[in-house]
């Protein structure tokens, strides 16, 4: 059962679920974000989870009927470069259809999906030596992307930031139970994509 509970974590927090999950709370927050239109609000999340989630884990999918891949978790990291290939491919696409939409979409959406770019580089480069927790590179960024979402507009950040340490402490040991990465993992993922999240400032107001 705990066996089923940690894998049941890791999934609900797949990297590719978490840029939806991060511009859905932008959205749902008490800022100016949150006066967007409701069917406007649908729309762009709908585009972000088809394109950003749905879409790559399509590829992963067919990575694996192809014998490409061994898991559709991919646990190997000698695996792991194609689908990290295939995220950026799409992230790109996901950043070029929102600058390409009726309305402007703010730079702290815009920004999600470029250090999420900048983040897969780098564990592409790091993958051949290093297994890097990517699970955690992903709640990492969310604490670092709401953290400055907060401070922008003013926005009391104490209980939605202890909630979302609280979170990506449950992932990181769900991730250790599975033996799928050691600590050094855990914690070298959370760390950059806190430092990752937390430098979206600097694109934000560029």
């Known amino acids: 059962m705990t066996n089923i509970f940690q894998k049941l974590i890791s999934i609900v927090f797949h990297p590719l679920l978490l840029p939806t999950y991060t511009v859905l709370y932008f959205f749902i927050a008490?800022?100016?974000?949150?006066?967007?239109?409701?069917?406007?609000?649908?729309?762009?999340?709908?585009?972000?989870?088809?394109?950003?989630?749905?879409?790559?884990?399509l590829f992963i999918l067919i990575l694996y009927n192809l014998n490409k891949i061994s898991t559709i978790?991919?646990?190997?990291?000698?695996?792991?470069?194609?689908?990290?290939?295939?995220?950026?491919?799409f992230n790109t696409i996901t950043f070029l259809i929102l600058l390409k939409l009726p309305i402007e979409i703010p730079s702290i959406i815009l920004c999600v999906f470029v250090v999420v770019n900048i983040n897969l580089l780098i564990v592409l480069f790091l993958n051949r030596n290093f297994?890097?927790?990517?699970?955690?590179?992903?709640?990492?960024?969310?604490?670092?992307?709401?953290?400055?979402?907060?401070?922008?507009?003013?926005?009391?950040?104490?209980?939605?930031?202890?909630?979302?340490?609280?979170?990506?402490?449950?992932?990181?040991?769900?991730?250790?139970?599975?033996?799928?990465?050691?600590?050094?993992?855990?914690?070298?993922?959370?760390?950059?994509?806190?430092?990752?999240?937390?430098?979206?400032?600097f694109i934000v107001f560029i």
């Not at 969310?142 to 402490?169: D, Q, T, W």
Request: proline residues 4%; positive net charge; charged residues 10%.
């Open 131 to 201: 297994k890097i927790s990517t699970h955690m590179i992903g709640m990492g960024g969310m604490v670092g992307y709401l953290f400055i979402f907060h401070v922008i507009n003013n926005i009391e950040f104490v209980s939605p930031l202890c909630i979302l340490l609280l979170l990506a402490g449950v992932v990181g040991t769900s991730r250790l139970k599975l033996n799928i990465h050691n600590s050094a993992q855990i914690y070298s993922g959370f760390l950059l994509g806190l430092i990752s999240g937390l430098c979206s400032i």
């Open 30 to 57: 008490p800022s100016y974000l949150n006066l967007y239109p409701t069917a406007l609000k649908q729309a762009i999340l709908l585009m972000i989870f088809l394109s950003s989630f749905i879409a790559p884990m």
């Open 73 to 89: 978790q991919i646990y190997d990291a000698k695996e792991r470069h194609i689908p990290f290939i295939i995220s950026f491919i």
